[in-house]
């Protein structure tokens, strides 16, 4: 398996709260990625990282920031959650961007 | 953009039978196309991709077909086994960006 680590596992909190996830990778790897996965629709990019400090928007990415203060870190925030976001969020590698991602075994986050 | 659709959503077969799963994507531009399986509680992973320089790749018991001219792909699975049952995800890339199909589920039967 890809040296990718997810944290927390699991989270359960209350609409309005923040809320950070953490990917962390031992490969080294320049880019990193946040997906969520909801029934339906697969894995849609929420943010991506190409190197420190270096990030973008994916397709969802309203509600959400990034940040990657060093290559290992790649952390994902809702700053005032809400229920549409909960759902399972998987955080991706890849050493270039044309090359193939590997993933995470990702967080359930739940928002009553 | 980038849209990717996948067929059929959920997929029941016998052992032993052969399983088939079809994906269209609609930007011409995109150039590369993995497939991955995910099993309950786990991340996906990647089980083959092609690129758009390739009509066909094979691995093991493992296929996956592009027609450029159709913009769709396929992923043959032969002599499916039980431990083949999960949900199955085409997508789409180009620039590194991927778009995903909505997943497949595949029961093999013993």
């Known amino acids: 398996d890809a040296g990718i680590t997810q944290s927390p596992r699991h989270k359960v909190t209350e609409t309005g709260t923040p809320v950070t996830l953490r990917c962390h990778q031992t490969?080294?790897?320049?880019?990193m990625y946040w997906y969520r996965q909801d029934p339906g629709h697969g894995l849609r990019l929420i943010h991506y990282s190409y190197g420190v400090k270096d990030t973008d928007k994916g397709e969802v990415s309203d509600g959400y920031s990034v940040s990657r203060s060093k290559t290992e870190d790649f952390l994902l925030t809702l700053e005032s959650a809400t229920s549409s976001q909960t759902s399972v969020y998987f955080c991706?590698?890849?050493?270039?961007?044309?090359?193939?991602?590997?993933f995470g075994d990702g967080t359930r986050l739940s928002i009553l | 953009g980038e849209n990717v659709e996948q067929h059929p959503s959920t997929l029941s077969v016998q052992e032993g039978d052969s399983a088939v799963i079809k994906c269209t994507y609609s930007?011409?531009?995109?150039?590369?196309f993995p497939w991955y399986k995910q099993e309950l509680g786990k991340g996906p992973q990647l089980i083959i991709d092609?690129?758009?320089?390739?009509g066909e790749k094979k691995d093991q018991r493992i296929a996956v077909t592009l027609n450029k001219t159709a913009k769709h792909f396929s992923l043959h699975i032969t002599e499916t086994q039980p431990e083949d049952s999960a949900v199955y995800f085409c997508?789409?890339?180009?620039?590194?960006?991927?778009?995903f199909g909505q997943g497949t589920e595949l029961s093999v039967k013993p």
């Open positions: 930007d011409s531009a995109s150039n590369y």
């Open positions: 991706a590698i890849n050493a270039e961007g044309g090359q193939p991602q590997h």
């Open positions: 092609i690129r758009s320089n390739v």
């Open positions: 997508a789409a890339s180009k620039g590194g960006k991927l778009i």
């Open positions: 490969e080294n790897h320049r880019y």
